[in-house]
């Protein structure tokens, strides 16, 4: 048993207007470093309150929120992050894996080069994740 981390990136194109599942990602290395950038302890005093758990958007997707349901009651540091957050985050977390020679996660890497292109693209995008036991 460990934990799991469940990862979605969610699209809002203008003509819509709401918040839409792009791409699910299942997180099936387990990086506690990841896991720990992503819910704001990491270790580093000050830690910006952009990175801290900020809960279930209000907005978020039906897809995504019926998944969150699914989850059942043991999920926790639910949270979302835009493009420019997530940036952010994997400044950290590649500082920290660096430090500590870990191996690269290229999960997170195609979630930042898939974000990044959406951005170029003037799409607007978010991560929404939550860690279960």
Known sequence: MGIDMYVFIEVKYERAGEWELFAPFLNSRKDHLLFNVLRGEDGECNYPSELK???L???VSFRVNRKYDLAGPDHYST???SFQDLELAYGRYEKRRKEENGKRNFELEGMMGLM???DKLQIETRLVYWFSY
Do not use: A, C
Request: positive net charge; hydrophobic residues 25%; glycine residues 8%.
């Open 53 to 55: 758990p900020r809960g």
């Open 57 to 59: 958007p209000k907005d």
């Open 79 to 81: 949270s979302w992050m």
């Open 116 to 118: 990044e292109r959406l």
